[in-house]
C-alpha cells in the first residue's frame, strides 16, 4: 500500500509548484519538479511504472492548468518512458547518472513542447526560446537532481521493500 | 505472436501519444465547458492551492517590503506631490465630465457603453510550466463567470482572459501569453492593432498602419472591436518599430499590471456578443 505515498508525492509537487515554487524561479524560469520525480521513478523503476506515473501527473498537470489537454502529458509520457527503458542499462542509484539523464530529458521535454507548440500555430522564436527556457531549465533541474536524488532514492526503496514484503506474507 | 507481446507495450505507448495529441488539438483554444471530471478535480485542489499561494505571497511580500524600508521616505513624499497634483487634476475631470453630459443630453446621444460590473476574485495558482501564462481563479460557474470575460487586476488593469471554467474555479489565459491577442487602441491617436503577448512577459502591437502616430509613453487600452468592454488600460508603449520591408509598424507595450504579484483579481462580466 505504500505505494500510493508515490502519487501522493506527485500530487503534492503539482501543488507546490503552481504556489510556492512560484517564487523560486531564477531568470524568469521555474524549476519542473513534477519531471524530475517522475523521471527519478522511471530511471529506478522501469518503464511501466514511466507510463502510470507520467500520465497521472501530467493529466492532473494539464487538468488544472493547461488550456490544451495533453501538452505536458505528452512529454512526460515520452521522456520518463525512454527514459525508463534505457535505466536497464546502466547504473540506476548513481546520482551522476541521474543527473546527465535529468539535462537530457529536461531539454527534451521542452522540445516536444516546443514542438506542440508549432503544431498549435504558436508565434514564438524558436532559437531563443530554446536557450531562454529549455536549457536554464535543464541546469536548474540538474542541481535540484544533484542535492535530491539520494533522498528520492531512499524513499523508493522504502516503497519497495514494503511491495517485497507483501509478497513474502502471501 | 510472441513478437506482438514484446512489442505491446511500445505499441500501447504509441496510440497513447497519438490519443494525446488528438487530445490537444480538440481542446485547444478554450471556450470549450469543462468536463465533469475536470471541474470535480479542480474544486478539489481550490482551495488547497488558495492557502498555498496566499502563504507564498505573504512571504514574498515580507521580503519585498524588508527591501523597500530604505526607500519609504522618499517614496512617499512623491507619492504625495503626485495626490496634490492628481487632486487638482480630478476638480477639472468633474467639470469636463459635466460638461460632456450636458452636451450628449441636448445632443441625445446614444451612450450604449454602460458601466463595466466586475466580480472580484482570488488567484488560487499560476501554471506550472514556464511555457504558458495561465492562472487560475477562485469563482467559477458558481458566480456566473464564461469564458471570454476579461480580468483586470486589483487597480483596474487588463491582465487576461478567462478560457475555461469549472464549478468554483477557472483558467485565465493571461495577455502576456504567446496565445492571447486583444484588439487594442492607442487612446490618443486612434491607432488600431492587435496586442500579443511575447515570450519575456511583454507584450508587442502588431499590425499598426504605416502611418500610425503613436509614439512612446502613449496609453493602449482595448478597443470596441472585440467581445471585451473598451477602455481598459493594457500599458503603455515603449517603443515603435518598423521592420525594413515591411508595410506595418509594430509597438513594444509594457503592460500596466504587475504579472509578478497578482493576488486578488476583479473579473468583468459584461460581454459582448460579437466579434473575437
Known amino acids: ?170 | 505472436m510472441p513478437r506482438f507481446s514484446k512489442y505491446k507495450q511500445v505499441i500501447f505507448v504509441f496510440f497513447i501519444a497519438v490519443a494525446l495529441i488528438a487530445a490537444m488539438a480538440y481542446s485547444y483554444g478554450g471556450g470549450r465547458d469543462v468536463t465533469k471530471p475536470e471541474s470535480f478535480a479542480g474544486s478539489i485542489f481550490a482551495p488547497v492551492q488558495k492557502t498555498l499561494y496566499k502563504t507564498g505571497n505573504y512571504i514574498s511580500n515580507f521580503i519585498r517590503s524588508i527591501k523597500e524600508i530604505g526607500t519609504l521616505r522618499e517614496t512617499n513624499n512623491k507619492l504625495q506631490n503626485e495626490v496634490e497634483k492628481l487632486k487638482k487634476d480630478n476638480i477639472k475631470l468633474q467639470e469636463l465630465i459635466n460638461e460632456n453630459q450636458r452636451l450628449k443630453q441636448a445632443l441625445e446621444f446614444k451612450d450604449k457603453n454602460s458601466e463595466i460590473v466586475t466580480k472580484s476574485a482570488t488567484i488560487i495558482g499560476k501554471n506550472p510550466g514556464n511555457w504558458f501564462n495561465t492562472f487560475n481563479i477562485d469563482i467559477g460557474t458558481n458566480e456566473g463567470i464564461k469564458p471570454g470575460m476579461a480580468v483586470l487586476d486589483e487597480k483596474g488593469n487588463m491582465i487576461g482572459e478567462v478560457t475555461n471554467v469549472g464549478s468554483n474555479w477557472s483558467k485565465v489565459l493571461s495577455i502576456v501569453d504567446r496565445d492571447s491577442s486583444v484588439s487594442a487602441i492607442d487612446i490618443r491617436t486612434r491607432d488600431n492593432g492587435i496586442v500579443r503577448g511575447d515570450s519575456n512577459g511583454g507584450l508587442i502591437m502588431i499590425y499598426l498602419p504605416l502611418d500610425a502616430e503613436l509614439i512612446e509613453g502613449d496609453i493602449i487600452t482595448t478597443s470596441d472591436m472585440s467581445k471585451f468592454p473598451k477602455g481598459l488600460i493594457i500599458g503603455k508603449v515603449l517603443k515603435v518599430t518598423k521592420e525594413p520591408g515591411s508595410l506595418l509598424k509594430q509597438a513594444v507595450i509594457k503592460p500596466s499590471a504587475d504579472f509578478e504579484r497578482l493576488e486578488y483579481v476583479l473579473v468583468v462580466t459584461n460581454i459582448k456578443n460579437t466579434g473575437k
Open chain 1, 1 to 170: 500500500m505504500r505505494i500510493i505515498y508515490k502519487y501522493l508525492l506527485v500530487l503534492l509537487l503539482i501543488i507546490l509548484q503552481s504556489t510556492l515554487f512560484q517564487y523560486i524561479s531564477f531568470f524568469g524560469v521555474k524549476p519542473d519538479t513534477v519531471l524530475v520525480v517522475i523521471l527519478s521513478f522511471s530511471l529506478l523503476n522501469g518503464q511501466t511504472e514511466a507510463i502510470y506515473l507520467s500520465l497521472f501527473g501530467g493529466l492532473f498537470q494539464d487538468i488544472l492548468f493547461n488550456n490544451a489537454i495533453g501538452v505536458s502529458t505528452l512529454p512526460l509520457l515520452l521522456v520518463s518512458y525512454v527514459s525508463g527503458i534505457i535505466s536497464k542499462n546502466v547504473f540506476k542509484e548513481s546520482t551522476f547518472v541521474a543527473s546527465v539523464f535529468v539535462f537530457i530529458g529536461t531539454i527534451v521535454y521542452n522540445l516536444i513542447i516546443m514542438f506542440s507548440m508549432v503544431l498549435m500555430k504558436y508565434h514564438f522564436d524558436f532559437a531563443a526560446n530554446f536557450t531562454d527556457i529549455a536549457i536554464k531549465q535543464a541546469i536548474y533541474n540538474t542541481v535540484i537532481i544533484i542535492i535530491f536524488y539520494k533522498y528520492i532514492v531512499i524513499f523508493n526503496r522504502y516503497i519497495n521493500d514494503s511491495r517485497k514484503s507483501l509478497f513474502k506474507d502471501m
